[in-house]
Every structure is written in C-alpha cells, then in structure tokens.
C-alpha cells in the first residue's frame, strides 16, 4: 500500500465525514480537490519519479498538493517555512527538486527550480489521468534534518514506513473516535505535526482545523468556534496556556479554591464530589473548547508540574518521543499515568528499543529499530555507517534510562543537537561550518546554553588576537542572515586562546561550554 492508496480508504470509510473542519470540506470533497490539483500539477509536467517541494504555512492546498504529488507518484520535498532563500536554493539542488508549490510571499527569483503558486485555483479533474503505480519501498518524503547549508543529512522516508507510523498511532485508540476534530497549528513540513494532522487524521477518520499562525487570540478564538477534542503542541505552548489560566484565576480571586481542587480532585470523584469539581473546572476546560480529552506533547521534554496540570484537570496527556528519522512518535507515554520528569513511555507497535552503553545510574544511549525507522540519509554512506549497527539498530544519540515499568526517562543529548524552548531544533555543524569562514576565526563551538533562563545556540569564538568584538560581532550578524532567524547566534564570547580539541582535531564542546560557565571566556556579548 502507498500513502495515496491509504488516503484512498479513509475516503471510502468516511466519505461524509468532515476532514477540513474550518472549511467544512468532507473526506470525499477533498478527494476530488486532490485530483483537480493532481491534474494541475501533471499538466505542468509533474510526473513519476519526480521531486516536488511543498513551501507553506498549514492551509488546504498544504494537504491537497501533498496527496496530488503522491497521487502522480512523486516525491515531496517539505521545506521548512522560516529559511532563506540561499537554503531552498541548496535544498532543491541537492534532492534534484524540479517544482516547488509555495505561497506567493516566499515567491523570489531563482533559476534553481520552478514555483507553483499552491492557492491557485485549479480548472478540474482529468478523467483520463490515473494514479501512479506506487510500491510501498519508493520514497514518499524528504526531509532536512541537520541543517540545509553545508554537508546536510537528508532523510528519506518510504510509503511504508509513513504508514507504518499512522498504525502504530493506533495506540491511541482510546482516546480517538471517527468525527473527533483536532486542532492542526503545528507546521505540517516538521515530522510531529505530519504525524498527528496527516497520519493520525487518516488512521482515525478525524477532522482537522489548519491554522497556519501561531497568534494566541487567533487559537483561543478557535478553541471557542471549533471545539477540538485533541490538541497537540510543543511543551512551551502548554506552559504558556497553563500559566495564562493560572493567572486568570488569581486576577478573580479564586487560585486558593482551585488549586485545592486540581490537588485533590481524584480523591474528592472517589468520594462523589464529581459535581463540584466539574463545575470548579468547566471554566479553564471552556477555554478550549468544552470538549477537549486529550493533549499530546512533542518535540522537546515537558516540565512535570505542565503535565500534571493537565492530568489534574481529567485530560488525557501524552508525552512523545520521535525523530524525523523515525516518522516522529516512535516511543509514546502511558496516558493519565503520573510520571517522573521526562518520561516518554514505551515503544509503539512495532518497534523495538535498546538502551546501549549504560553508566552507574542506568543511563544509556536510545536506539531504536522497527518498521518506522528509516533506510538511511540519502547520499551520505559516513552518516549512516554512524548511525546504523548491523541489526539494523538506529542510534538516535538520546541519552535515556527506564523505569520498573519499562517507561522510558529522558536524561539529555550525546549530539550536540540544541532544541530550543520552541522545539525547534538547531545543528551546530550547520552554524560552526559557515562562521568558519570568518576572516580572524580560528575555530568556533556552537552548544545549547541558558541565558537568563531560555534555551539558546550559544557560540565560542577563537581568533586572531587583532580581531575586535565589534567587528565580531557584525561578521557574525552578516553571517547569521544566511539561515533562518531561529537558528541566530546572538549570545557569544571570544577568546584569543585555542579551543580545546580532541586527537582529530573536534572541537570538545563539553569542554567549551563548561570554561564558559566558569568564567574563561569574560569577553562576552549576551
């Protein structure tokens, strides 16, 4: 089965259920938009085999093309939407991208490839045009995981495997029932929001409201209108609706009273004070919606007293765990469970865990095998030699320990990947590769630091003892326009020193961040 075929069966349990909730569009009217798109697409010479990229926030045409390019056996190429320029440019060069169907406010001037303006309209479906023979092996997705400058790893994911994950999702069957409506403001080009507004949409016959900003009043506002049952977001999303409920209550006067009944709401349902407690919560569950029973994290750790805010409030909470590589959600938490911080539960179906390499503590490194795991970076046989074992393991470079229960516990990174309080996760080879070719840099080390308490890429310069911070500090400005601006490095120190390296020559990042803290690096910008 391909994902056209998958998409294919949902349309024909489900023809009159509604798919875009927003637009009030059913599964099989949006069928026949994403044949009308299919016929649009092959008459500008979109055909099978080819590579067609998708640059966009969350609207319609966002799943309409992505099923249309499948339809004609094509290859989707999502692109992040907060690049530049010079990053697509190196993106479609190096998957061999011929097309990109984008909003026109990313439209610019290239002889890399060709733009389609994905909200034209479309002049009607080709009764003559058929689907493309798809096997479940051929590549249905491309994605950049390590940054799009430089040497990038590329992940291809299969037909297989995207449905691979939308039947593990199944783990969540009780929690989901067909016409069950969630909110879709993650981005659909970043795996977690692919995960949960494509596949799990798909497996479970639900409707979904794209909403392609992230303006608070704009998501409250349809929270109130389109009552979704299942919401899911990045932690810090859930820590700003928690903080903006609490402070909404202490404003009315009313903290003491609730917060003694979000601590002892269990007990005082055991002995028949139901009633009271839904009355005390109807107002903070009204804010989204009325009718919401699930929240499902992603993306990065969730802070324990987050979680147990929600689970207090009689939701149910899912923390997962998930890399591109592995379609997102590979490893998901036991809802309602009350957890130590970090935990991510357990394999879905169909994979497997090992934790490799344990300290005293238990503390190991997470690999993972199963069928939503990826073949291997496209092009790049010394990533994959690192990244695969020969049973097919894939090392997702997570330190994790686990629990009597065999939940998994989060314990940090042995990459050095940054994930900032957004979720977003930022590569420092990425970044180390472009300030090297500073004039008066030595070498440079990106890491994750904390600057008055928020998660940032933070960078250690060495240079020539004539460089300046002032002229530093511009080069690095000049420098940081290249990619995306959540990637900028704005906090950093220089030295004239050299940065401390192993045998080969890698710079000892552990090292680096640990002089900074210890005040060996005093000329500083924060």
């Known amino acids: 089965m391909n994902m056209f075929q998958f998409f294919e069966g949902a349309v024909k349990k489900w023809p009159n259920y509604l798919y875009l909730v927003r637009e009030n569009v059913t599964f099989g009217d949006f069928m026949k938009m994403v044949l009308a798109r299919a016929a649009t697409l092959h008459s500008m010479g979109v055909r099978s085999g080819d590579v067609v990229g998708i640059l966009s926030h969350n609207i319609p045409a966002f799943p309409m093309t992505l099923f249309a390019i499948w339809y004609l056996g094509g290859t989707v190429l999502l692109l992040d939407t907060n690049l530049t320029p010079f990053e697509y440019d190196n993106m479609t060069k190096i998957t061999k991208c011929k097309f990109v169907c984008a909003e026109k406010s990313f439209f610019y001037k290239t002889e890399g490839f060709q733009f389609f303006d994905i909200t034209g309209a479309d002049e009607g479906i080709n009764s003559k045009l058929k689907p493309a023979k798809v096997k479940d092996s051929d ?70 409201v794209l909403q392609p900003t992230v303006n ?77 029973k699930l929240v499902i994290a992603g993306g990065a750790a969730t802070k324990p007293e987050i979680e147990n805010f929600f689970v207090d409030l009689g939701l149910g909470f899912i923390q997962g765990f998930g890399m591109t590589e592995t379609v997102g959600p590979i490893c998901i938490s036991k809802p309602c469970k009350e957890r130590v911080p970090f935990a991510f539960g357990g394999p879905t179906t169909n994979n497997e865990v090992e934790i490799r390499d344990k300290n005293e503590d238990g503390v190991g490194i997470l690999w993972v095998r199963g069928n939503q795991v990826f073949n291997g970076y496209m092009n790049n046989d010394e990533a994959n030699k690192n990244a695969f074992d020969e049973r097919g393991f894939f090392n997702t470079g997570d330190m994790v320990s686990m629990d009597k229960n065999g939940e998994l516990h989060f314990a940090g990174r042995k990459k050095q990947v940054i994930v900032l309080d957004s979720g977003k996760n930022v590569y420092p080879d990425e970044l180390e590769g472009l300030f090297i070719n500073i004039p008066g840099v030595k070498n440079v080390a990106v890491f994750e630091h904390k600057v008055k308490d928020k998660t940032v890429s933070y960078g250690v310069f060495s240079v020539d003892k004539d460089m300046t911070m002032e002229k530093l500090s511009a080069a690095i400005a000049a420098m940081n326009k290249k990619v995306a601006s959540y990637k900028w490095v704005t906090h950093f120190a220089m030295t004239t020193e050299d940065l401390p390296t192993t045998s080969t020559q890698k710079v000892k990042h552990h090292i680096v961040r640990q002089n900074l803290i210890d005040g060996k690096y005093p000329l500083r910008k924060e």
Request: net charge positive; charged share 20%; hydrophobic share 45%.
């Open 139 to 208: 590549i249905a997705t491309l994605s950049f995981t390590s940054g799009s400058t430089g040497t990038p790893k590329v992940v291809p994911l299969t037909h297989y495997n995207l449905i691979e994950c939308a039947n593990s999702l199944l783990d969540m069957k009780q929690w989901f029932e067909v016409g069950d409506v969630m909110y879709g403001f993650l981005p659909m080009y970043h795996i977690f929001g692919f995960a949960v507004e494509i596949l799990a949409t798909l497996q479970y016959g639900a409707g979904v």
């Open 216 to 292: 608070p009043k704009e998501i409250l506002a349809d929270f109130k209108r389109y009552r979704p049952h299942v919401i899911p977001a990045v932690p810090r999303l859930f820590e700003v609706f928690r903080n903006k409920i609490i402070d909404g209550i202490k404003a009315k006067h009313k903290w003491l009273l609730f917060s003694f009944v979000l601590k002892n709401s269990k007990w005082m349902r055991k002995v028949g004070l139901g009633k009271l407690v839904d009355l005390i919560f109807k107002p903070v569950l009204d804010v989204f919606g009325g009718r919401v």
